[in-house]
């Protein structure tokens, strides 16, 4: 039976915050600053510190947030009076985008807002990278997402599967995901609920797969018919649009979310991305975690079950690194992953969701994620 | 009006070849070997030579091709055996494939062989870098694409419009590339006519964008609807299935395509593969390329024309020494590349797509494109 969708799934009180109230929250916060200038005050920017150092894991909420740590830039300060510039406009522009219905990308922005102010020989922004934290330190400051600043990155990720969307953006325009071909549907680099609406659905759980040859494969094989699920491949690590759309699918669907990588410190941290968040975007675990994810495959213990030995490869100097790390992470201290971690620095060898082919290419379809799921064979 | 796509627009002989005949091409060559084999002859099998010394430009067709310069490899040689074993076990591989409807990724067909050759302590392949040059091989010796062979790398590029296509191995999907959203559909790695039937279309030209940045824009803007064009992204150097696909568009649909790209010599690299092809695919212009291509911007006259030259950016060395080889191209030859390049490489600037945004958000949709459209001011 499809799942329709009740407004009151989208649970979060900040996700039904719209473009009018976060326009609000910037107006506040200009206020603000225009305030302490006519009081002859130093104005002052207030943002939440970033970094490692201020890098919270929430064990009860199962992701990883930022602390209490603030940050605040003076005008008087010469030190800070480029930046506290480069805040103020970018925030009147966004304002702007707001008020007008506009998005942008952060390559746009920069862009559009790069000159040489009037009078001096100095620009505004000298290149991207000056400008790209700003926009993080205003989406603190108003305690938002850069999707809802109107602002997006380059699009990635796909989705497949029986479930219906609308852009209300464009036309009210409906489509189903199972019904574009085998190619799916790109997934916007913006899906807020506001503009991109889940309608509904009819599986029973959503899969998310590292690569997209490994997409291509299941479609091609029939398997989100035949076993009622969603596809979403993220091509690599996920960018935020494809984590934001998993987990509203998870929110407001109430769907199992399955993770299948590939069986290497890589593929094990783009999980771990997906369900608790990374440490650069830690302040928006909210928006995008799901701290209930599963992990499906590969582990070192399916090379041993499906005799894939000839099909491994060595790791390399970064995954070893990486699984070293990881070792430490406290979300990845349960004994599960804490044992599939030390396999892998013990045997040194990783494997790929390809590597399945060596089977036959309907395998993993017919056989490897059937089992999985029946047996509840997950890490957690 | 909406073009209706009759059969015959699908010109070429090569097109029109489908799974059965290519299926009939592989079996031929390997009988070829068998009869070798049965008169106790050393085996041989024979393609095209490839790399600069037999790439040749074909000014009449307009697009890069392969010279007659041929490659034989032995059986009997100590040098040749491996890779004739290689070649061999991936032409059954494929074989199957066109047999029973299946189509892999160049790294599943490569996992999908890999094995320790019985009583021997050989792998029949080591890496994938052993595999893919095979593949090359057989494409030539059968003289197809590797498409047509029911293999493929990974997908790429977008799709928005007024176009309706169908996926014929897919429930007969049809969906309309104007009605999926903002997002457009994603182009699947293999666009086949006898799978991707291009259905009807209304639309005057297509207008190819670099940037999947600048797709987006365009849409936001409207642009596609108000100037009855179709979009296609490549998001960077176009994949094989983009490529076909413009390819397609161009031949079927008799529409003229637009290239819009970064103005740096990377960006007009881009247009010249999409236009007459790359060395690297030579061999399969007939398929890929697009000698009627026009290109609609960014130059470094627009610099001028539009008072850009605050957002420009210093060109790389990588940048200059790509500039100074396409100087010496045949395909550049022309007046209007040539002074374009040599103004590049005297002002040592480049200026990206987005860059645009520096007049305002929609100006590349209101003023630039349609300008550039009207006064007909194309480099070819």
Redesign the interface.
Known sequence: MARKIPKEKIKSKEEKIGPKEIAERLKKMSEGIVKEINAEKDPTFTTIQRGKGNVEWDEKKGYLGLGEKTATRNFLNIAHAKKFMQTTIIAAKTHDYLRHN????I???Y??L???IEGTKE?TFEGQDESDPIIVDIEHSVDTIREKLNLHA??KG?LYGDIT???K???N?K?NAS???????????RVEPEE?ELIDADADYCLVVET??MF??L??EGYPADNRCLLIGT?GQAARGTRRLVHRVHEELEMPIYVFTDGDPYGWYIYSVIKQGSMALAAHSEFLSVPDAKYIGMTLDDVETYDLK??TERMKDADIKRAEEMLEYPWFKNEGWQRQLKKALSMKIRI?Q?????K??DFVATKYLPEKIKKKDFLE
Do not use: C
């Not at 506009?102 to 990308?105: D, F, G, L, R």
């Not at 019904?179 to 680099?189: E, H, T």
């Open positions: 506009k998005t942008a990308s390559r746009e922005i862009y559009e790069k000159h040489t620009n380059n699009p796909t969307l609308k852009d953006m464009h036309h325009d489509f019904k574009l071909g085998r190619g799916g549907w790109s997934i916007m680099s991109i997209e040859a291509e494969r479609i091609e091509g000839n099909v790929e390809q590597a399945l082919a060596n036959s290419l």
